[in-house]
């Protein structure tokens, strides 16, 4: 099969190549999925699960890539839940090679069957940010009907899908990021814009819930707008300032079938839009994930036909 392999990390982008590897096998519990499109995160490039795998084993080149949406192909041993020729999507294992090839192996339980009116790469581009913004604002956020969020990253694919999450379950809205992506946040449903290179973050006080794409800086000037018993929420990395009287919670998103299942039917019946900026096919993955300017939404690899 042809993949998108990864040299090593000093490489990076740089050392991204299109090459045929092996048709992968299913371990226990697994299935193959005939991948039709693929997700792809930058910062997969820093993450350690990326070049090793559970056991600390050097692992490289690496097949990129965890979202997916393609046809189940075949069952490994075990399997269930799930039937060959099913339409799925979902998110792959971490420490496992990736969805940009034409096939990939991986657990059952991580996918979640796409229904026939969803186009493959609508459902390739749900798994990381949709997952990551439900389990951000409901799991670790635990958001409530009436109250205020600022969503960080506006006009990325998580912010996007955060400010409309907690549109719909009723709190009110404050997007942040570059003047460039006000009118999108705000077309997505927040309340009000914050630009973070031009306005004063600090006037936003009491704020339930912030959720963090960003870290660094704009994380640490954050916790002082949480309001007692409000929660800082990143995926950035563990907090290195805290709320006075509140929460910090740094997670890392997890596969949820049923997650998934809500997610899809949002966008089945309009209530939740993807933010996809470039979609391209395998033969010209390399250059698609080498922007040369700013991505502006998901970047979808389209794999089958």
Same mark, same amino acid.
């Given at each position: 099969m042809r993949a998108v392999v990864a040299a090593d990390e000093a490489a990076g982008l740089a050392g991204m190549t299109i090459v045929q590897r092996p048709d992968p096998s299913p371990a226990l519990n697994d299935v193959i999925v005939e991948v039709h499109a693929a997700g792809f995160v930058p910062t997969e490039l820093e993450w350690p699960s990326t070049w090793m795998d559970r056991a600390g084993r050097v692992r490289t080149p690496s097949i990129l890539g965890?979202?997916?949406?393609?046809?189940?192909?075949?069952?490994?041993?075990?399997?269930?839940?799930?039937s060959v020729g099913q339409r799925v999507f979902g998110l792959a294992d971490w420490h496992r090679d990736g969805t940009l090839a034409e096939y990939v192996a991986m657990e059952s339980r991580n996918l979640a069957p796409l229904p026939g009116d969803v186009d493959f790469t609508v459902g390739a581009s749900l798994p990381i940010s949709g997952l990551t913004a439900w389990q951000g604002l409901f799991v670790h956020g635990r958001l409530q009907a009436g109250q205020s969020v600022?969503?960080?990253?506006?006009?990325?694919? +998580?912010? @996007?899908?955060?400010? !409309? /999450?907690?549109?719909?379950?009723?709190?009110?809205?404050? &997007?942040?990021? =570059?003047?460039?992506?006000?009118e999108k946040a705000l077309d997505y449903g927040a309340n009000e814009y914050v630009d973070l290179e031009r306005d004063r973050l600090e006037d936003v006080g009491g704020i339930d819930l912030v959720f963090d794409v960003?870290?660094?800086?704009?994380?640490?000037?954050?916790?002082?707008?949480?309001?007692?018993?409000?929660?800082?929420?990143?995926?950035?990395a563990p907090p290195e300032s805290r709320p006075v009287d509140g929460l910090a919670i740094d997670f890392v +998103?997890? @596969?949820?079938?049923? !997650? /998934?299942?809500?997610?899809?039917?949002?966008?089945?019946? &309009?209530?939740? =839009?993807?933010?996809?900026?470039?979609?391209?096919?395998?033969?010209?993955a390399v250059a698609a994930l080498n922007p040369t300017e700013r991505r502006k939404g998901k970047t979808i690899i389209r794999v089958g036909d």
């Open positions: 965890h979202e997916v949406a393609g046809v189940v192909k075949q069952l490994g041993y075990g399997t269930t839940g799930l600022i969503a960080h990253g506006a006009g990325g694919a +998580v912010g @996007a899908m955060v400010i !409309q /999450l907690a549109h719909e379950a009723g709190a009110y809205v404050i &997007g942040t990021g =570059r003047a460039a992506d006000r960003i870290g660094g800086d704009i994380q640490r000037r954050s916790a002082a707008l949480v309001k007692p018993g409000g929660t800082l929420v990143t995926v950035v +998103v997890e @596969a949820d079938r049923a !997650q /998934l299942s809500e997610i899809v039917q949002r966008v089945r019946d &309009g209530r939740l =839009r993807t933010n996809i900026g470039t979609i391209a096919d395998l033969d010209d």
